[in-house]
């Protein structure tokens, strides 16, 4: 039984972590219709600023906070510079956004190395609970726990606030929000700053989880598209669930079935796309 | 008042609207009639800032409008109802209000209770709704909704494209008593762009015909449904020599 909670948790994890990179990516992919196939690298830049000032003797919190700083005004040059340009040109913005992921996974590597690094638990959070005759990281629960505070977050900013309701609205109908005199501009960087933000926090919280490794971009990537396929796009309730769907699976699924892991996750998103083609949580296109 | 001079409009490389020239007197509805792609909606379009004029110049109260993006021109107090109401679904009828009022939610905040108060007195129908996502009203409720949403920013002018469209003929009546209300109790102007042209010819204190991007007729709503063109073109009625 306690084997079992052990992998509940870890699935749990795993799923919040996919949760936070999700959510931004699927923020943006409602909002903008933009598919940033550039969100893991950032993901994996998060967690390579993190480790960076920890070598520089920065404390675990603040170099998190400088991360998800410096993804978000990542995330602000690149859609003002860039992305603006290829709205609406679904193509374009697949080879663009893939582009700029090759770019920043190559100066990832020029800057970091091509070595496995490792990103030391916080010192806070540095211990372990009993849960029978099992120990369970105390890092583990952090991750779960934060996940579902960005969650709150998400659902208080969507449901209790005006930057909800116009991100609500844009979702809906785009053309419309400029025309209420909203600046839709400065909504999309907002928007993309802010999942660009989203991903950096998950790469530096996912860090001590994962590891850190050259390639950790793309399999992140992956994962979380298919967390937000599964969950519907543009939903990030739809990602919150998938997410802990996605995790939960995985997890049992490499305890069980260690060579077909990956396999089953990939069949639920295409039984679920064959049975609703929107997704869990999407909503249907007529 | 509404000033339009020489206005051209390219979508892509082919010109919709040709030196179009027009204007609007405070307190009045000026109804724009015309057939399917006469350029109609591209005129509203390009008034509101969604389009970008390629000549031409537009003025408001005295200050240019034309070139101004769309969230700029709401702030300047030109509203747009687009064609096919384009109201949040998945908003409620309040939320929908009030992001209406966008342009002046800071100046305003405080009296944001009364303007929705006041379109409400205005529409009794969306009171009931209140609460309910938009996406959940008929037809002619959206289409109160979106003309309440486009006066929450208590516009100097305020465009209507279609508000029959697809609307019951008793539920279209009720819609253009709520404009001739909107004209004389809160003296907006009005432009009414409509195929229904009984309807715009109706409440209209003056009317243009557009054909094929060009303004082909400019008159009162009698000189305009007397015209023989019109007649047999808009109203069916067919000339006998």
């Known amino acids: 039984m306690s084997i079992f909670l052990a992998q509940l948790l870890t699935g749990l994890a795993y799923g919040m972590l996919y949760f936070m990179i999700a959510a931004g990516l699927t923020i943006i992919l409602g909002v903008m219709n933009v598919v940033n196939l550039a969100h893991g690298t950032l993901f994996m830049l998060g967690a390579y600023i993190v480790f960076t000032f920890i070598s520089d003797e920065l404390n675990f919190w603040i170099a998190l906070l400088i991360s998800v700083l410096l993804t978000a005004v990542l995330g602000i040059i690149l859609e003002k510079l860039l992305i603006k340009h290829v709205y609406g040109k679904e193509l374009e913005q ?44 105390l890092y583990r629960l952090f991750v779960v726990f934060i996940g579902c505070l960005l969650a709150l977050l998400l659902w208080y900013l969507e449901s209790k606030t005006r930057i909800g309701a116009i991100i609500r609205a844009g979702v809906d109908d785009r053309a419309m929000v400029g025309a209420l005199g909203i600046n839709v501009g400065l909504v999309f960087t907002g928007v993309f700053a802010f999942g660009a933000a989203l991903a950096g926090l998950s790469g530096a919280l996912g860090g001590p989880l994962i590891g850190m490794y050259t390639g950790m971009d793309n399999e992140i990537l992956v994962t979380s598209l298919i967390v937000v396929v599964i969950g519907g796009l543009g939903s990030w309730k739809g990602s919150f669930i998938s997410a802990i769907l996605v995790g939960v699976i995985e997890t049992f699924g490499k305890v069980w079935f260690p060579s077909l892991s990956m396999l089953i996750v990939f069949l639920i998103m295409m039984v679920v796309l064959i049975i609703r083609p929107q997704g869990l949580f999407g909503r249907e296109v007529a | 008042m509404l000033y339009v001079q020489g206005l051209s409009t390219h979508i892509g490389k082919i010109q919709i609207l040709h030196s179009i020239d027009l204007h609007v007197h405070q307190g009045e509805i000026v109804s724009i009639i015309g057939a399917n792609g006469a350029g109609k909606s591209t005129l509203l379009n390009t008034l509101a800032g969604l389009y970008f004029p390629s000549t031409g110049k537009v003025t408001l109260e005295g200050e240019v409008i034309s070139g101004l993006p769309a969230h700029k021109v709401v702030r300047k107090g030109l509203s747009l109802v687009p064609e096919g109401r384009q109201i949040f679904s998945n908003l409620t009828v309040k939320e929908n209000l009030l992001l209406g009022m966008y342009s002046r939610y800071y100046k305003e905040k405080n009296q944001a209770k009364d303007h929705i108060e006041m379109i409400l007195d205005m529409f009794p129908s969306l009171k009931k709704h209140i609460d309910n996502l938009g996406g959940n009203l008929s037809g002619g409720e959206q289409q109160m909704l979106a003309i309440g949403r486009g006066l929450m920013s208590k516009p100097k002018i305020i465009l209507l494209d279609e508000p029959s469209m697809g609307l019951a003929p008793k539920i279209v009546n009720e819609i253009l008593e709520i404009l001739m209300r909107i004209k004389k109790e809160m003296g907006t102007m009005i432009i009414l762009v409509e195929q229904n042209v009984k309807a715009a010819l109706k409440v209209a204190d003056r009317v243009y015909v557009m054909e094929q991007g060009n303004i082909a007729l400019h008159g009162t709503p009698e000189e305009i449904s007397m015209n023989p063109q019109v007649k047999s073109a808009y109203l069916g009625i067919k000339m006998t020599s």
Request: cysteine-free; proline content about 7%; hydrophobic content about 60%.
């Open chain 1, 94 to 137: 697949v080879l663009l956004t893939f582009g700029l992921s090759f770019i920043i996974a190559d100066v990832v590597k020029w800057i970091w190395g091509t070595e496995m690094q490792t990103l030391p638990v916080p010192a806070l959070l540095d211990a372990s609970l009993s849960i029978g005759e099992m120990v369970f990281p």
